[in-house]
Structures are given as C-alpha cells and as structure tokens.
C-alpha cells in the first residue's frame, strides 16, 4: 500500500500582508501529479489545513479542489484539525466532505465515536487512528478545574490524550494496514520557529511513550520543519508545504511517501516539492545595502533585509523596496558600542505566557494562587482562539 502523509498547509497564511494561498496552490498541484503518477492508495492530512479557524473563500477553494481531485482519481483522504483550524467548522463539513472521499475529523474521539477510520484502498484495508489537535481547555473537566492544581491538571490532560492514543490502537485490524494520525508536539521534535508557541510548549509536549508501538507509522502534524522522531514506531512530521516564516529560511519542503504492508513497520520516503517563493535573510551592514540591494534586485522569492546601523536612518524601508519590492521585512539592528552585548533572541525560542505571567509575580516575590493562574491560562487561550 502506497500512502501520502502531508500536514501544516496553512491556507490563508500572510507573511506580513502578503498571501501565500497561490504558492500553497502550487504545491497541492505537485501532490495531486505525484498521486495519479504513482498510483497512491489514499492521502493523509495531518492537521493546520487553514491558517485560521475562518479562512478566506479562495482559501477554502484550493483545499476542496485538492479533495476533489483526488476523488477523480479515486483517492481516499482523511483529514484531522490542527490547532490553527476550527474543530466545529471541519466537524460540520464532515458529511458534506465525505460526499468527495474525505473523512474529516474535527475533535478528538475515541475509537466507538469515530476516532478510528476505516478505508478500503485499491490495495487493501486501511485503519487510520485520527486524533486531532486536542485542546486543554476543552479536554480537562471543570471538576478538574476547581479540584486539581496546576501541575495536577496538566498531568490529567497528558494522561486523557495518551488514552485516547491507546484506545484507538486497540481498535487496529490484523488484517489491516495500522497507522495513527495526530496532530501534537513530540518531545525532542526539532521547531522551525514559525510554530504556534503557545500550544507547542511543555504543556502540549508528549513523550513519545504515549504513541502505542503497534503503529505501523505514525503520521504527525503541527511542527513545520520535516523529521522523523525517534520512536519506537515509525514517527515522522512531514512539516509545512512551504517556508512558512523566515525562521525556515533554506529548508526543504515536501511530502512524505509510505509504502507499507500488512504486519510490518512502513518504509518511508521524503519527496520534496517545488519552491515557488523561497524566502531569504539578507544581513548587511548600511554602508554595503546598496551592493547588497543591486544583488537581489531579481531575487524570485520573498526577503527580510538585517541592516546593522548606528542610528536607523528616516526612509530605510522605501529605499530598500525602491530597489527590492520583493521585500517583506525590513529591520534595523543598532551597533553595539559595549564589549558584551546582549545575545540576540532566535525566531526558534518560544514565548509562554503562563510561565511569563508566573514570573512576573515570582519577580516581585509575591504569591499567586492556582485559581489566578487557571484563570489567566484560560482568558489567555479563549483570547488566542478567537483570534485565530
């Protein structure tokens, strides 16, 4: 059985105002090519197929394009939420999409409840174990709120999605072909940066122990840069479709392709896709940019000029795009004049706010009860829900 694993399009993406939906596009037509070519059985999307729980139409246009051609070809799909899309939303579409062979799956369920999807492929069954992204909020109850600290709810949250892990496992068929999909941070994943840092943090972080060693493969979701996860199933994310930010400047993006039998562990393959816009950091110092900037005038992708300066000069930006419209970001970096500076934070490093409202209370040694960090915690993820 040939399988495609794909994840983290982010339809709708706008990388300071720009819209990448066309390079998305693009890509998702060098899926489809490599499908019909190679005869894939079935495509498995793991999760952040929009960018925004309302995305554009034209967003939701090219997704349901891509279903629909693969239900041309007779191609079953199953796709999961991510944490950047709207679980009701892709919940609700779910019968409408299944009209085009794709079996959608919004919140997390155990197996009974649909969490386990079973395809007949042109080469066999196929059981996919689906667990979306899976909120805290909405995976801890309000017994647990009011009765648990914080250490003890986010022990409680770990251990009700490892469950469901286990419980969709022991729904595999023998005479199956056994995979999981899920949408999750994996401890020791490696992030591109441009990752959504809240729910990549400690609290949405699991050991790899949690995802049952009966999987055949396990197709992964939410962390952009492709990797296989040390595991003792095979653990792969097959990352984003394009160079979502600038912290993924160079990499490579793709799909992975499984090739997998009944019984045995799946053999797998990265196949990477065409670069339409490939974004590129240029540093220079003020007194080279125009060497700098004669350089990459007719530079194809997308730029982020680091200007070290000793005072940013007026107009630095429109001088730059005057020559280079192709640039999105334009930052001045101040010269240093002390011995030690200060280390310059990396786009990887991660902001978390809890931990940052924590530290603000510590600092000024003062007490914080659990009640006020819970209430925080969950003001903090409704705010950051609506306004994805």
Known sequence: MRLIHTSDWHLGRK???????????????????????????????AGDIFDVPNPTTEAERVAYEFFYQLN????????????????????????????????ALGRPRVAVDGGM????????????????????????????LWNLDVLEQRSDYKNTVTYVLQNLAKAFKPDAVNVMMAHMTIDGAKFAGSEAAYYSGDIYSFSGQSIPSECQYVGLGHIHRPQQVPNAAPTY?????????????????????????????????????SCQKPLKRVECHLDNLDEQLEAHRDYVGYLKFAIAVDTPPIGLADRVRKVCPQTV???????????????????????????EFQKFYSDREKKLSPDVVTAFKDLYMEFSEAAH
């Open 72 to 103: 041309q070809l007779s191609i079953p799909s199953v796709a999961i939420a991510g944490n950047h899309d709207s679980a009701n939303r892709i919940d609700s579409l779910a019968q409408l999409l299944s009209l085009a062979g794709v079996r």
């Open 329 to 355: 970001m334009v930052e001045p970096k101040l010269i240093s004049t002390n011995a030690v500076s200060e280390p310059e934070l990396k786009e990887h490093q991660l902001f978390d706010p809890i931990a």
């Open 15 to 45: 990388l300071r105002g720009v819209d990448r939906t066309s390079e998305i596009e693009a890509a998702l037509a060098e899926i489809i090519a490599y499908a019909k070519e190679f005869a894939v059985d079935a495509v498995l999307v």
């Open 237 to 273: 994310y097959s990352g984003s479709l394009i160079q979502v930010d600038f912290g993924e400047v160079g990499e490579e993006k793709g799909f992975n392709l499984i090739e997998v039998e009944t019984g045995r562990p799946a053999k797998v393959q990265f196949q990477p896709l």
């Open 117 to 144: 999807i079973e395809l007949d492929t042109a080469s066999g069954k196929l059981c996919v174990g689906a667990l979306p992204f899976a909120s805290e909020r909405r995976m801890i109850t309000v017994d647990d």
